[in-house]
């Protein structure tokens, strides 16, 4: 859950112009004939790594098959042209404390939240800044030990004729990172992938880039990031002066979904659920954001709301509860938000270019990796995106830090 401050029209404006510079710079396709690849490197920003292949340390090694193994990621309105089918499921949940320790995963709904308030309310006073000095919170972990723990425990119903039922396994937040690649300027990101019984594993691992950006944060942006936890337990508890907030136990629901022909089966940390009746709940995700009312949002502009739609779409969420503040931190509405509301109002962004974006993603890695992984032989190809060059790289590695897959898991599929 995350908190965000509100920019003005003009600013994002300026920000979409940029934008389109950028992005109309980039690569149509890796494999179009060579006097359109000439052009294209022609079209390349001065000092591109075309002909450079990342490694994980953020190294060049020179290659001379960079351009064969590189994915450019094109300017938005060029993935337009066709809305992909999907279709989500929750097939399962789980608690947990720690993604890296599978001996901290429960199979149960110990860790699920309830919202407390009507959705629409007004006149309340919740001070986010309570807490805030005494708080400390890891970061939470990118491991993906707590998924293939699920995994296990149910692969009576998700392997068939020793093959998977899904062709990729990852956490939610990965396949976000993946869509609005083609959006993203400023922070890259980096993906182990191994192929295991004809299904791909994603995993997530921190860059040099990221944690310089964690260093760099500035304490209003650390502020925000606490608002969103501190909303979460005011808006989930009943008395709040005598339960500590403790972001590591959280409920993780279980999603089996299809985006065009490509199975997916991923977890995602769920805020709360709302009770509808006595019987029957329905997931919420719960945000904080400046403003008096929904209407000071601007999502006609602003792509971080594209974030939340992409978050909430890839799990069947419909509703958000917005925490409405001033600039004190202080709450004093609490306001429903249908994320229908937020699609219908983009002009910067449409579902189909980041699910078309995907499907090209899922095309590429489909290509790149190709062994399976085994004890004697564990395959992982890193996938590297750069905002600069705006274009993701791909090369094998035999790091052992790469391998995610524990040999607990493989012998469980033995």
Not at 24 to 36: D, G, M, W
Not at 209 to 231: A, D, L, V, W
Not at 259 to 281: F, K, P, W
Not at 340 to 348: D, G, N, P, R
């Amino acid at each position: 859950m995350a908190s965000a401050k509100v920019k003005t029209q003009d600013e994002d404006e300026v920000i979409i112009e940029e934008e389109i510079g950028v992005f109309e710079q980039t690569i149509k396709q890796v494999s179009a004939p060579t006097t359109e690849k000439r052009k294209r490197d022609d079209e390349l920003p001065t000092g591109s790594p075309s002909k450079y292949a990342s490694n994980s340390d953020r190294n060049r090694s020179g290659t001379t098959t960079a351009e064969l193994d590189a994915l450019p990621v094109p300017f938005w309105k060029k993935l337009n042209y066709r809305q992909p089918f999907f279709e989500t499921n929750e097939i399962g949940f789980f608690s947990l404390i720690n993604r890296a320790d599978e001996k901290e995963c429960f199979d149960d709904k110990r860790y699920l939240r309830v919202y407390k308030y009507p959705v629409q309310t007004l006149n309340v006073n919740f001070d986010l800044k309570i807490g805030e000095l005494d708080f400390t919170s890891d970061e939470q972990s990118k491991n993906i030990n707590a998924m293939l723990w699920w995994t296990l425990k149910h692969k009576d119903t998700i392997l068939k004729n020793n093959k998977f039922t899904f062709d990729f396994l990852s956490w939610r937040g990965v396949l976000r990172l993946i869509m609005f690649s083609i959006f993203e300027k400023h922070s890259d990101w980096l993906l182990a992938v191994i192929k295991f019984k004809n299904a791909y594993f994603l995993c997530e691992y921190v860059t040099d880039n990221q944690i310089k950006e964690e260093q760099n944060m500035t304490p209003q942006h650390r502020s925000f990031c606490y608002y969103g936890h501190k909303f979460e337990e005011y808006v989930t508890k009943n008395n709040t002066s005598i339960e500590t907030l403790n972001p590591s136990k959280q409920f993780s629901g279980v999603f089996q979904s299809t985006i065009g022909s490509h199975r997916l089966l991923y977890g995602a940390e769920m805020d709360c659920v709302i009770e509808r009746s006595s019987s029957t709940t329905e997931h919420i995700e719960l945000k904080v954001c400046a403003g008096k009312t929904v209407d000071d949002l601007p999502f006609r502009y602003n792509r971080k709301f594209a974030k939340w739609w992409i978050q909430c779409f890839l799990v069947g969420i419909k509703t958000m509860i917005i925490g409405l503040r001033d600039d004190n931190g202080i709450v004093n509405t609490l306001t429903p938000l249908n994320i229908s509301q937020m699609e219908q109002a983009a002009e910067t962004w449409t579902r189909q270019s980041f699910f078309n974006f995907f499907l090209s993603f899922a095309d590429f890695l489909k290509q790149h990796v190709t062994n399976e992984y085994s004890l004697d032989q564990k395959d992982v190809v890193l996938f590297h995106f750069e905002p600069s060059s705006q274009r993701i790289t791909m090369k094998k590695s035999s790091d052992s830090k790469y391998h995610f897959i524990p040999d607990w898991f493989f012998n469980g599929f033995q």
